[in-house]
């Protein structure tokens, strides 16, 4: 019999929007910044916990593995092992997944799984063209040679790119992931107007959230060594309307694509943490767990439509439990693009897609928009890649104690067309 | 259990041979299957070795012994983990007389000179700590390895003396002589890299290769050190006395002559001796005996054992690791950050986010200034946490309240803390105003109560007062005081009086400095007499520095224990309404310019009607130790050198004096009590001198 496993407690920072140079934080400062004061606020002492699981997507070159370097800045003990899992857009989930089947498996009580990425350090890389030069020039012995292969320096070697550019191109299909909801928009026919109208609400939801509180315990401030302290998420903007997302001209593919900067999640850094524990360490520290999980999946496609991803992984989650859509009471559905989004909400109404591509028959159903990432999302407060995964299953379970819900599906999509899921249930 | 790293510590220390060697006396040598002798020092039941007369002599038996053996090389290195000698044991050093000081030095320089004869490769292994005598034992051999640990020094200076046991020529004759001169003329030390490329040590390893690099020194494949075209031109005098008077340019500037004479008496020996060692090794000897003997050189030693026995009021340990921090304003934000740089975890709370980033952006400029390391850096920041919630107060081990000096938010502060502390938590206020005995008025547990007085900033200064009141446990005391200890401060316990001891001591000094000026002498010539008498900084400038509106604060706060003094000047008043606050505001007293230097006229520019008053420094000091020995009579201190130390740690009363107390003993208390009889007729009550300067006479 497995045991139960607890989502206890979480917090994440504010989410900083990149603004074209290095953020005050690297993807360890981030993971420190929120995890010191969510550890300090718990019950238990830092050597209770038995594995520390990060996932990361753009590591940086002074932080290899950062689960490990992020859980010795943060003073837990030398002796806890330490390890960073990517499977990139659901890395933040990922780290959850694994604690969750550890802890389920008797292998560890308290797990602390999180999410981290500074996608504004990402670096700037050298064109292969430039590597190879490079790569002459320190294996020429003589003079002569060296002269040689001086001489094959071309004017574009010296253009690096952005490292990022290349992480958001799917390597085999060649597309960007716009493009890959540029087609979802295409196959689901979505409008502009409906992504458009999606992404105003996304803001709108997130101001409203910040507004009443509703994320005090959930985002924790960022002080940075010049003084500067960070209390909220800093890409949203209320009061985006059809009309001013409209005006936006199309990033991925110009002039007549769907996809804008407006209705894109936002590039961004931000780390998340979430606390899991086993029933006996719940008992044992007397903690108040926020929900409980009940099961995971992770679904795959093919990458020129991986927008579809959470598609593929919450179904097969209904069909274990013998669930449909409707009896999941809140959904956290992350915000790659707001074409993507729709095209997920009316694969799972398809009643063909459920009866063919599911195995879904009669579970399918329109999840309503009410019960859809409530308090906004990606386009309103952005995706760091590898937390997004973490923060989306850290929100459902707060928001599913505050809306009362019973249970709630988070779940994601993933470049290069895979998708995870996750099914709470109120604890 | 104990961490693997732990475990492991004690293999760390490579020392050959001399390993397993049984200790004789303070030495432990054996040879190796190599030829190679290992020397180590190892004073039995010391943390760190010194070295001393015996070390000398026993070291000049194993030195008669290597001479027959004539082994492949010497390694000479302490089985102290804390580093290879502190340098020589100071205690040997007061109440000699000239002649006593030129026989013993004479003793000592012979020993080194037979290690320097020795024929065998002699190679000093140096980690650590490697300072004053220490780092000559490292000089008088033939090669020294450092490991990159390792930090070199002649701190003499700071006791008012140089290197007296061939530091002076040694270090010329192997180092760049211009660095090995400011290094003594400073008395900073160098870490080991910076020491090899001056020249002081021959290569710096790591630890772990250390047999190696000796394997390699005693094959013959280490270099010493070589005079270069530079060096080679300062063995000639007329570029020496080029090189000596810019030296003595800056010394001039650093402390003046008559005050700290060991900086000039240095570069006079160099000057006159350094193309000669045996004339500069004779002249060495002859200057530190009279250095040692002199006021300035007796009074800095006291110094000295002034902070030891501060220190040693440490009983035990705090027991303390996390330290929660109340209020991120410019007190508490530094005591945070240096407690996090001193290795303990913290929290900083504040109502104000704003305010605590503030502190967090004062503390990376503070740790990187004190160090350096970009890793010890992060590491210290990852340990000050910001706490807008105050979760930290159910960690922590003793909550630091640091709030504004107002009586009510400190107790509902207190009400909502208290509650949630875990056992034996200490809860300390770091007020310098309000009497504890009011703090203490609704505390459920006041036994756990101690006020904890830091001084700004904390960083440089050294005191932290720990003060009691009627329901303190004595537990409480000793805890707070292993704390202040453990934070790398010096602890004086004071009893809760008005303004404790020193700001007690330091009002009247500061309310002298107003009636001088009122009496129209202008505010140059006030703050010149202090400095004259050796005050870090006069006092019309401190009023500047600590801010018009605090000083108004505590001057008027200690109106009751300021007998026949005046109320503080009205325009003092209105420079407070009109913002002008001193040095933070840009003006007060004095203008500011952009860097918060004060805009000071020369005396010579002060028109020749300026009023004067030769009195000056009398009438500014003498109700500074009036008050002094008022808390010695009132018991608000207990020890006179716990006086002295915190007077010179608290507010830097010149050190060379050796402390208010040891000022008056040495000038006469006779003579003190006669001197403000004198000033009371001419100016007033206020100097009428205590009646604990007879229990003073007495003792």
């Known amino acids: 019999m497995a045991r139960a496993v607890y989502l206890v407690d979480g917090a994440r920072t504010p989410f900083l929007k990149a603004r074209g140079k290095p953020g005050p934080f690297t993807p360890v400062d981030l993971a420190v910044q929120c995890g010191r004061p969510l550890l300090m606020r718990q019950s238990f002492d830092k050597d209770a916990i038995d594995l520390v699981i990060l996932g990361c997507v753009n590591v940086i070159a002074d932080e290899m593995n950062p689960a490990r370097v992020a859980l010795l800045r943060l003073g837990i003990p030398e002796r806890i092992p330490a390890f960073t899992v990517q499977i990139n857009c659901g890395s933040g989930m990922q780290s959850i997944d694994t ?29 292969r063209g430039a590597v190879d030069w490079f790569a002459r ?10 002269l040689k292969a001086l001489t094959g320096l071309r004017p574009d070697f010296l253009k690096p790119m952005l490292g990022l550019e290349r992480g958001l191109t799917d390597p085999i299909t060649e597309l960007n992931m716009g493009q890959t909801a540029e087609i979802l928009a295409h196959l689901f026919d979505i409008s502009r107007e409906a992504a458009d109208a999606y992404a105003a609400a996304s803001h709108d939801r997130l101001d409203r959230a910040t507004k009443e509180g509703w994320l ?39 002039p007549y694509g769907k996809v804008t900067a407006g209705n894109a999640s936002q590039i961004t850094d931000g780390a998340s943490w979430v606390i899991l524990a086993s029933e006996e360490a719940v008992e044992r520290h007397g903690m108040t767990p926020l929900a409980r999980i009940v099961d995971s999946h992770w679904g795959a496609l093919d990458p020129s439509i991986m927008g579809l991803g959470p598609v593929l992984a919450s179904a097969p989650i209904l069909k274990r439990q013998a669930m449909s859509v409707a009896d999941v009471g809140l959904w956290e559905l992350n915000e ?12 799972l109404a398809d009643e063909t897609i459920c009866r063919d591509v599911l195995d879904l028959e009669g579970l399918g159903g329109v999840i309503r928009h009410e019960d859809l990432n409530v308090d906004g999302g990606a386009i309103s407060l952005g995706h760091p890649v590898g937390t997004s995964g973490n923060r989306i299953t850290l929100h459902l379970a707060n928001a599913m104690r505050r809306l009362g819900r019973k249970r709630g599906i988070a779940t994601e999509c993933i470049g290069g067309g895979q998708g995870g899921a996750m099914l709470l249930e109120a604890a | 259990m104990k961490t693997m790293l732990n475990a492991l510590k004690d293999r760390r220390l490579e020392l050959g041979a001399a390993a397993d060697a049984a200790p004789q006396g303070n030495w432990r040598s054996a040879r190796d299957a190599d030829g190679v002798v290992w020397l180590v020092l190892d004073r039995p039941d010391k943390s760190v070795n010194v070295i001393d007369r015996a070390v000398l002599e026993e070291l000049n038996a194993h030195l008669e012994r290597l001479e027959a053996e004539r082994p492949r090389a010497v390694v000479i290195r302490s089985g102290k983990s804390a580093g290879f000698a502190a340098g020589a044991d100071i205690r040997q050093f007061t109440g000699a007389s000239i002649e006593d000081m030129q026989r013993l030095l004479t003793e000592g320089h012979a020993v080194f000179d037979r290690l320097e004869r020795l024929s065998s490769l002699t190679i000093a292994v140096i980690h650590g700590h490697c300072l004053g005598g220490g780092l000559e034992l490292a000089l008088a051999c033939k090669r020294r390895i450092a490991t990159a640990d390792a930090t070199l020094g002649f701190p003499e200076v700071m006791l008012g003396l140089h290197p007296g046991l061939g530091g002076t020529f040694r270090s010329i004759a192997v180092a760049d002589p211009v660095e090995a001169m400011t290094m003594m003329l400073t008395g900073r030390s160098l870490p080991a890299r910076k020491a090899k490329s001056i020249g002081l040590v021959d290569a710096v390893v790591e630890e772990r290769h250390v047999a190696a690099a000796v394997r390699a020194a005693a094959a013959g494949q280490l270099a010493g050190a070589k005079a270069d075209l530079k060096d080679r031109a300062l063995s000639l005098r007329p570029a020496r006395s080029f090189a000596a008077s810019r030296m003595r340019k800056t010394a001039a500037e650093k402390a003046p002559k008559e005050h700290y004479p060991a900086p000039y008496a240095l570069i006079d020996l160099w000057e006159a001796h350094g193309g000669d060692r045996k004339a500069m090794q004779a002249a060495e000897i002859d200057s530190f005996a009279r250095l040692i003997t002199s006021d300035t050189a007796q009074s800095l030693i006291r110094v000295f054992f002034l902070r030891e026995a501060m220190k040693g009021q440490k009983q035990g340990k ?51 200034a004190t160090l350096k390391d970009p890793v010890k850096v992060r590491d210290a920041l990852d340990r000050l946490v910001p706490d807008p919630q105050g979760h930290g107060v159910r960690h922590a081990d003793i909550v630091i309240e640091a709030v504004p000096e107002k009586l009510e938010l400190k107790r509902s502060i207190y009400a909502a803390i208290e509650p949630r502390l875990k056992e034996g938590a200490l809860l300390a206020t770091n007020t310098s105003a309000i009497p504890l005995d009011e703090l203490v008025a ?7 109560f101690v006020g904890l007085h830091f001084f700004n900033p904390v960083s440089r200064m050294q005191l932290v007062e720990i003060v009691s009141h009627a329901a303190i446990h004595a537990e409480t005391r000793r805890r707070a005081i292993a704390f202040a200890t453990e934070l790398s401060r010096l602890p004086a316990a004071v009893a809760s009086a008005p303004g404790f001891l020193v700001n007690r001591s330091l009002t009247p000094y500061i309310a002298e400095a107003l009636i001088l000026a009122d009496e129209g002498i202008p505010k140059e010539r006030i703050d010149h007499a202090a400095e004259a008498f050796g005050m870090p900084m006069g006092p019309i400038e401190l009023i500047d520095q600590v801010g018009i509106d605090v000083a108004l604060d505590v001057v008027d706060g200690l109106r009751p224990v300021m007998h026949g003094f005046p109320q503080a000047p009205e325009w003092l008043r209105q420079k407070r309404a009109d913002g002008k ?15 918060g230097k004060p805009a000071k006229q020369s005396l010579d520019a002060l028109p020749d009607s300026a009023p004067n008053d030769p009195d000056i420094a009398d009438r500014l000091i003498l109700p500074m130790l009036n008050a002094v020995v008022a808390c010695l009579r009132e018991g608000v201190v207990e020890e006179e050198d716990i006086a002295d130390g915190a007077m010179i740690f608290g507010t830097g009363f010149a050190p060379f004096r050796g402390g208010p107390i040891h000022y008056a003993r040495r000038r006469g208390i006779a003579e003190i009590v006669a001197r403000m009889e004198a000033l009371a007729e001419r100016h007033g009550e206020r100097f009428k001198p205590d009646a604990g300067w007879s229990d003073l006479e007495a003792r």
Not at chain 1, 230 to 248: A, I, M, N, Q, T
Request: proline share 3%; glycine share 12%; aromatic share 6%.
């Open chain 2, 442 to 448: 609704g505390l459920r547990d006041p036994s756990r």
């Open chain 2, 581 to 595: 606050l001193g040095r933070k505001s840009g003006e007060g007293l004095y203008r500011y310019d952009s860097e």
């Open chain 1, 137 to 146: 020039l320190n294996g020429a012995r003589s003079t002569a040679d060296r």
């Open chain 2, 318 to 368: 705090s027991a303390i690791r996390h330290v929660h921090v109340v209020g991120a304003g410019a007190m508490g934000g530094d005591i945070a950050a240096w407690a996090a740089k001193e290795g303990f975890d913290v929290t900083l709370a504040d109502v104000a986010n704003a305010s605590i980033g503030k502190a967090v952006k004062a503390a990376t400029k503070m740790l990187q």
């Open chain 1, 216 to 254: 005090k315990d959930e985002m924790l401030p960022a002080f940075s060594r010049d003084g500067e302290v960070f209390e909220r998420d800093d890409g949203v903007r209320p009061g985006s309307s059809v009309e001013s997302l409209g005006k936006l001209k199309p990033v991925f593919e110009k």
């Open chain 1, 99 to 127: 604690a969750f089947r550890t802890i389920e498996g008797g292998h560890a009580d308290i797990v602390l799984a999180g999410g981290t990425d500074a996608l504004s350090h990402s670096p700037l890389v050298l064109r």
């Open chain 1, 336 to 347: 790659a693009f707001a074409a993507q989004v729709l095209a997920c909400l009316a694969a």
